[in-house]
């Protein structure tokens, strides 16, 4: 299906609508040109994760299919006062707050698209290796930021502190981005410095130090009351790593 009747402002609209923050639209093209693209199929996070077939990018199972050609992909803010967003729990569906609130978000949206606009979608899950897209390139493809020197999509309203999620769509729409905001030129960069596994060493970040400092942070799950994660029982939860992604000054004090 051709880009008729604006569909993308209709689309992004419905996004922010059902609680986005911000919302653009991607053309998969590009993100099959992306850097996270090139490098991810060779180093993979779950390296444990089998391959489907000698094409390194498809997983078992898990490919991009042909027929989607555009990704609509939005931010939720995740502002510092409300850390219980980030927490990881196997108890919690989408396994964070913020997540279940963007899965429910990304079901209305897919639904929606089909019904209203007849355009057939898929809601992506969060990992790559079960068929899920690069996000942050996704984000910049589609203007929402860029990706600044704490390897994060840092956006204009909210700086770094966002969520991302994203549904392909069968359908080749006009991308909404990227935009020319570039907020790390002349930046001192605190979020290299308060990096407690100092992952950023070389100049740019290094994945195998981030992962020790949150492998750690599982290892010290702490049993929180039901009522703190949005659910009936007690679970235990894992609290990620923040540092990078607070330290950026980039609209610091912006709320909800
Ligand atoms: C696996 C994963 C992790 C792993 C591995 C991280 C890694 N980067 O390798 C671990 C557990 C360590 C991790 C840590 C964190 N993560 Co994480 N993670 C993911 C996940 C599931 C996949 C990311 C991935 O592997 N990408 C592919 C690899 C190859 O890319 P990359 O190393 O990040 O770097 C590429 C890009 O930066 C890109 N790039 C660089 N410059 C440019 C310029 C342009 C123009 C373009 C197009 C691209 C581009 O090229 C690089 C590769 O060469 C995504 C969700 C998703 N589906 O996207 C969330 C995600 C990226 N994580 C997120 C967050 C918030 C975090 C943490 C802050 C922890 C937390 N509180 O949740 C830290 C921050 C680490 C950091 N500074 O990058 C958010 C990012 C939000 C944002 N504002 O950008 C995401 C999108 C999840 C979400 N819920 O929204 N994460």
């Known amino acids: 299906m051709k880009s008729e009747n604006n569909f993308e402002k209709t689309i992004v609209g419905k996004a922010k609508e ?3 923050s911000l919302a653009g639209i991607a053309s998969i093209k590009d993100l099959k040109a992306s850097p996270s693209y ?7 996070f779950y390296e444990e994760y089998e391959r489907d077939s000698s094409d390194y990018h498809e997983f078992k199972g898990y490919k991009w299919r042909d027929e989607h050609k555009s990704v609509l992909v939005w931010a939720l803010s995740h502002p510092e006062s409300e850390p219980v967003l980030d927490w990881w729990s196997l108890k919690v569906k989408g396994f964070t707050p913020g997540n279940g609130v963007m899965r429910m978000q990304s079901k ?6 089909g019904e209203e606009l007849g355009i057939k979608a898929l809601s992506l899950p969060y990992q790559i290796e079960y068929g899920g897209a690069f996000l942050k390139d996704s984000a910049h493809l589609a203007g929402l930021g860029v990706i600044g020197k704490n390897n994060l999509l840092v956006t204009p309203e909210f700086g770094t ?3 991302l999620r994203g549904i392909f769509m069968e359908a080749e729409l006009k991308p909404t981005g990227p935009s020319g905001f570039d907020p790390c030129n002349g930046c001192k960069m605190p979020c290299h410095t308060a990096c407690p596994r100092n992952a950023f060493r ?8 981030c ?7 599982y290892d010290n ?5 039901g009522s703190i994660m949005g659910i009936e029982e007690a679970s235990m939860v894992m609290k990620p790593c923040r540092f990078c992604e607070l330290a950026c000054p980039v609209a610091q004090g912006a709320s909800l």
């Open 18 to 20: 059902l609680g986005a």
């Open 38 to 44: 090139e490098v991810y199929g060779k180093k993979p």
């Open 108 to 113: 209305r949206l897919r639904i929606w698209l």
């Open 161 to 163: 502190r966002v969520r």
């Open 202 to 209: 070389s100049g740019a970040f290094e994945r195998v130090y």
């Open 211 to 217: 992962k020790a400092e949150n492998d750690e942070r």
């Open 221 to 225: 799950e702490e049993m929180l009351d």
